[in-house]
């Protein structure tokens, strides 16, 4: 067995995988206060619940994009599994080419993800990741990162509006009937839904103006499939993308 790690702003993701499939997916809040006890214990349940044993997990990979926890998380790991955790960083997979100014500052989960698009489509790609930060990773098809767009994911949007604006409500991340609002939520949601699928087809639009039109896209991310007028937009819409680049990942290096 496989178990890949996925450490986000969020959320902390463990897939586990076993004859070709994902046996389990756990998610654990990313808490930097909490110390590696807290996160083994949490882990042996989920292992115990599914009658489990660590000695069956061959290989461990991980990637983090929250420096303060990563430590924390490759002590547990190590406690649990052994020293020979792979931690993904620009060097770690060659066949991958990351063509930016500083490899170093591309996080770990880009990472990953143009890892699956290369391998699953050989094509031009975007991968658009739908999570705390809102990224679009373009891949071309000779396997090469050309770059990245980064902005405000949809809950930091709203959370950002609702924390500095005194009479603004939270609101559910759901599409609103009309761009015109009738109430406070409904105007929320149209300025930030409404807003973001404008945005993201307008990228989209531009970077396949840059790739010579030739560039198919792939969605990820727990939030990609809340805007459901984007669908058209994507060839795949795969929430465990991430975990796939970092499974194929581990399994190069094991070979």
């Not at 959320?11 to 070709?20: A, I, K, M, R, Y």
């Not at 509006?161 to 603004?168: D, G, K």
Request: contains cysteine.
């Amino acid at each position: 067995m496989l178990l890949a790690v996925d450490l986000g702003n969020t959320d902390t993701v463990f897939g586990l995988h076993d004859s070709g499939n994902w046996e389990h997916i756990w998610r654990m809040r990313s808490l930097v206060q909490e110390n590696e006890a807290h996160y083994e214990s949490k882990l042996r349940l989920h292992f115990l619940e599914a009658g489990l044993w660590f000695g069956d997990v061959e290989t461990v990979v991980v990637s983090s994009v929250v420096p303060a926890l990563t430590p924390i998380i490759l002590r547990m790991l190590r406690s649990l599994f052994g020293d020979g955790v792979i931690v993904v960083g620009p060097d770690v997979y060659p066949a991958l080419s990351i063509e930016i100014d500083h490899p170093h500052e591309i996080g770990a989960d880009l990472i990953a993800n143009a890892v699956a698009v290369s391998t699953r489509y050989q094509q031009n790609c975007v991968v658009v990741d739908f999570g705390t930060a809102l990224t679009f990773t373009t891949v071309s098809k000779d396997s090469k990162i050309l770059g990245v767009a980064i902005l405000p994911g949809l809950i930091t949007a709203v959370k950002a509006l609702f924390a500095n604006t005194a009479q603004l409500p939270e609101v559910p991340l759901q599409l609103p009937q009309s761009a015109i609002g009738k109430n406070t939520v409904e105007a929320i949601q149209a300025g930030i839904l409404l807003g973001y699928e404008g945005l993201v087809k307008s990228l989209l639009g531009r970077i396949r103006t840059e790739m010579g039109g030739e560039c198919i896209a792939v969605a990820t991310g727990g939030l990609s499939s809340i805007i459901d007028t984007l669908r058209d937009e994507f060839t795949e819409i795969d929430r465990n993308l991430t975990l796939d680049g970092l499974r194929i990942i581990g399994e190069s290096l094991r070979a």
